[in-house]
């Protein structure tokens, strides 16, 4: 993955900081913060991940906080899980969502299940991160978007940035939250996604919360992720025609802000939901269905979804990448077919 | 793998070696109890420690149970009673009470847990703690802490890809970590020889580059002996070890299983002359450390504690249902009634 593990430094204006060094500046800010707070993962050590988002925490922080683990992901997480027990605060690193899976077990029948299964005795104050997402020729297996299988687990908490200034945020946020915080982070965001970060200010970004990231009245449309950039674009060229859609950033999705949803769809009578993985029981299935049982009355046409396929991954050859993932023609398309009714 | 044993046997207190055989000898009775409340309707499920109290008590009082971290499976009730846990705990736990101290009465019994006796909690998915006994082990060697953390496993939880993991782990970061493997030969009908190529698990810690020592579980002072080896060795620094304690399973896998559908009934018979417990109570006998007198003396005070534990527990109410509610994360959601199943109606029906 020559492409993708290539961390070249981005070039950005004062105040302006790309994705990824907003998700280093918040490590380091609460490491710098808390003795607590230790880094660990594949490759997270002296090389700095692969794509860059540890950079410069080894040297700072040393061996002791920045570990460098086996290639095993199921430890990652266990050992996560126990060093959070016993008082530490992980940020453990899944190379990629992709590989998640050997640690679904910690993550889904440990992690998540420790508070509840101790009557509130025990907690796992841990953060997971993994690059996820694909339009970087990651194919099957550097391209999934996995956070459907986690967002269907009580315990767990799923977030997904789409804003420097957030990422930063909601990672402080989730590192100082008490339970396992699934972190996920568009890969394809990282160096293209710049924005305002408050230089040296610590401050965080409640998680449960959704954001109007653009203001409109006939139709809302729901995103998270690289979906949400995407969206507004699609958005613009719609208000082009007269038609103002409104934008709603859900920034966690387990768990969902519901209210933001609601007041949203309450006010513009029409949903479509926009996300990467595959189209069936995704995330647009949950808000679709909350959006069905609690807005009813307020709907003026069918709650739309414009998902992945369903097909098992992205494939790695550039037409067939580009139509699997949706893009902004594609919204754009959506939208117009949702205004339309 | 044998061990040469040392011609003498380890220095232990006669107060320590008395404390030892009664916590042996309570967790056999109150495993019996629950046996009976099982079969009297009272308790849906039983798993059981009869055979292998001998290797759990003999490796808790190895260990510092004022600092160290015990990860234990589902048949170490003597480890956990040893710890501080009591039989009325576990006679809550089996009737499924409020009060239940180990996980509200949310878990089937024998998954224990206990933050302030630092028994790391455990879920049914074999295998898995051992992970985490090496991530306490991590934060307590990133504070400078001497503590060490010890996971206990049945033979057949090591062959769980968690297991090589942990120890995988553990020796390349040096961690304080005592690897306790059980080998009672099955897990549930699967004998050892459907279980692992090798006949020691033991053997397996050369290949992660630590001490592997096989230890008869029946013989206390041994178990004792080689724990605290290991135990010393990982808080000089020196990495974890593997321990595995060859035991006895007396009874089926658990109240729902029938073990003489798998097992030869001479096989059995023969294990169950190897009972851990006389073996210990003799050796006291021969080393002055308990009479006759006192034994049966520790055996009623034991059955007059279990009796009460019992009638407390059938005393205890039932948690409330909607107690399940609680604690799915540490700040509960502004309305718990987000989290039921039913459709949420925002009319008049009526």
């Known amino acids: 993955m020559a492409g993708l593990g290539s961390h070249k430094t981005v070039e950005t204006s004062a105040g302006q900081m790309t994705f990824i060094q907003a998700i280093q500046s918040a490590m380091r800010d609460e490491m710098e913060r808390d ?77 998540a299940k420790m508070r509840y299964r101790t009557n509130n005795d025990f907690s796992v104050p841990m953060v997971i991160r993994a690059p996820f997402g694909g339009g970087v020729h990651g194919a099957l297996y550097h391209s999934q978007s996995v956070e459907a299988f986690f967002a269907h687990v009580p315990g767990l908490k799923v977030v997904i940035p789409s804003t420097p200034y957030d990422a930063k945020g909601l990672l402080i946020s989730a590192i100082r939250d008490p339970d396992p915080v699934l972190f996920f982070e568009h890969k394809k965001a990282y160096r293209l996604i710049k924005g305002e970060v408050p230089e040296g200010e610590n401050y965080t970004v409640p998680i449960g919360r959704a954001r109007v990231a653009r203001q409109g009245n006939h139709m809302s449309v729901f995103a998270y992720g690289l979906m949400v950039h995407y969206c507004v674009q699609a958005a613009e060229e719609m208000a082009k025609e007269g038609h103002s859609v409104e934008v709603i950033d859900l920034r966690t999705v387990r768990p969902l802000d519901r209210q933001a949803i609601k007041s949203s769809v309450e006010k513009t009578g029409k949903a479509l939901i926009v996300y990467e993985a595959n189209r069936t029981l995704g995330v647009g299935a949950e808000v679709s269905a909350l959006i069905a049982e609690e807005c009813f009355e307020y709907l003026d046409g069918p709650v739309l979804r414009l998902g992945g396929p369903d097909v098992p991954a992205m494939p790695f050859s550039a037409p067939m990448e580009n139509f699997f993932m949706p893009n902004p023609e594609k919204i754009y398309k959506a939208m117009r077919q949702l205004a339309a009714y | ?50 055979g292998q109290e001998g290797a759990q008590v003999g490796s808790v009082f190895a260990l510092d149970r004022g600092q160290d971290w015990f990860a234990p499976y589902y048949r170490d009730l003597a480890v956990v009673l040893a710890l501080g846990e009591t039989p009325r705990d576990i006679l809550l736990s089996v009737m499924g009470k409020a009060g239940e101290p180990n996980s509200g009465a949310r878990q089937m019994p024998s998954h224990f847990g206990s933050r302030r006796l630092r028994i790391i909690s455990q879920g049914s998915s074999v295998g898995t703690q051992a992970l985490h006994a090496v991530g306490t082990a991590l934060a307590s060697r990133s504070r400078g802490e001497a503590a060490v953390s010890i996971s206990y496993v049945g033979e057949g939880g090591t062959s769980q890809g968690d297991y090589h993991e942990a120890m995988n782990f553990a020796s390349v970061h040096r961690l304080p970590v005592i690897f306790f493997v059980e080998n009672n030969n099955y897990a549930i009908s699967v004998p050892l020889n459907l279980q692992m190529a090798v006949q020691d698990v033991a053997v397996r810690a050369a290949g992660y580059n630590m001490p592997g020592v096989v230890v008869d579980g029946q013989d206390v002072p041994e178990v004792y002996r080689v724990t605290k080896e290991a135990a010393d060795r990982a808080r000089a620094g020196d990495g974890p070890s593997l321990i595995e304690a060859k035991v006895h399973r007396f009874t089926s896998h658990s109240s729902d299983d029938d073990q003489r559908v798998y097992r030869p009934e001479a096989e059995i018979k023969q294990e169950a002359q190897e009972d851990c417990l006389p073996r210990f109570r003799d050796h006291l006998f021969e080393e002055g450390a308990l009479t006759q007198e006192q034994e049966t003396a520790l055996r009623t005070e034991l059955r007059k504690q279990i009796d009460d534990a019992t009638q407390a527990a059938e005393d205890a109410p039932y948690p409330a249902p909607e107690e399940a509610l609680l604690h799915v994360y540490g700040q509960e959601p502004p309305s718990l009634d987000d989290l039921r199943g039913e459709p949420r109606v925002t009319w008049d029906v009526d």
């Open chain 1, 35 to 111: 003795e607590s707070v230790i880094v660990m993962g594949e490759d997270v050590g002296v090389k700095g991940g692969v794509f860059g988002a540890t950079a410069g925490l080894h040297k700072q922080f040393g061996g002791l906080r920045v570990i460098d683990t086996p290639l095993a992901e199921s430890s990652i997480a266990g050992v996560a899980i126990g060093a959070a027990i016993n008082g530490m605060r992980p940020v453990a690193e899944m190379q990629f969502a992709d590989f998640i899976h050997p640690a679904f077990n910690q993550i889904v029948s440990e992690a």
């Open chain 2, 1 to 50: 793998m044998k061990l040469v044993k040392p011609e003498v046997a380890p220095e232990i207190e006669a107060a320590t070696l008395r404390e030892m055989y009664r916590s042996m000898l309570l967790a056999r009775m109150v495993d019996e109890r629950c046996w009976l409340l099982n079969r009297g309707g009272k308790a849906p499920f039983v798993i059981s420690c009869q």
